[in-house]
Antibody, heavy 121, light 105 residues
């Protein structure tokens, strides 16, 4: 059974940083592209980063480019998201989401329960 | 690419047929996916490529459309279908979602 477990969410001050982690199990992690998707309180889902299975390609929307960095450790079945220079509008539940294929195609077939990031002074 | 869903919420009875509309701001072919999000649960993928039902998803769910206009239909609403439904385009990055439609039973 596919299982994704996010961790690392916290209360952080504006301008601060945080590292989110996603532990994967129940599938061959190194064979799947992975993503982070967030949901601000009362808002819709927003894709914030993607990474190919081999870690060769990463993708970001303009809203987080230069501030967020996605990475993975296939030997540990772990996905990460480094969040820098955080803003109040980054407050959200951050979900880890798997893709069915090696490279990112924008289809998210399994999701975790999410971890909450609050940016506030 | 902006995705707009309507309605933002709806209330219906068990056994009703409901349809949610999703409109893309530009042509996206059939690159449209639908997700269900129950309270306190992880989102789940229901439909890919506009009309392909994921394994294990009940057949009362169906999707249709192409180009810019898409539809999610639940043919016979069940109590467990109470959730937020979101469309998402996978035509090009950045991948974008609709704002969600809350279905109440």
């Amino acid at each position: 059974e596919v299982h994704l477990l996010e961790s690392g969410g916290d209360l952080v001050q504006p301008g601060g940083f945080l590292r989110l982690s996603c532990s994967a199990s129940g599938f061959t992690f190194s064979s799947h592209a992975m993503n982070w998707v967030r949901q601000a309180p009362g808002k819709g889902l927003e894709w914030v980063s993607g990474i190919s299975s081999s870690d060769e390609s990463t993708y970001y929307p303009d809203s987080v480019k230069g501030r967020f960095t996605i990475s993975r450790a296939n030997s540990k079945n772990m996905l990460y998201l480094q969040l820098n220079n955080l803003r109040a509008e980054d407050t959200a539940v951050y979900y880890c989401a798997r893709e069915p294929y090696y490279d990112t195609t924008g289809v998210f077939d399994y999701w975790g329960l999410g971890t909450l990031v609050i940016v506030s002074s | 690419i902006y995705m707009t869903q309507s309605p933002s919420s709806l209330s219906a009875s068990v056994g009703d047929r409901v349809t949610i509309t999703c409109r893309a701001s530009q042509f996206i072919s059939s690159s449209l996916n639908w997700y269900q999000q129950r309270p306190g649960k992880a989102p789940t993928l229901l439909i890919t490529r506009s009309s392909s039902l994921q394994s294990g998803v009940p057949s009362r769910f169906s999707g249709s459309g192409s180009g810019t206009d898409f539809f999610l239909t639940i043919s016979r609403l069940q109590p467990e279908d109470s959730a937020v439904y979101s469309c998402q385009q996978s035509y090009g990055t950045p991948w974008t979602f609709g704002q969600g439609t809350k279905v109440e039973i």
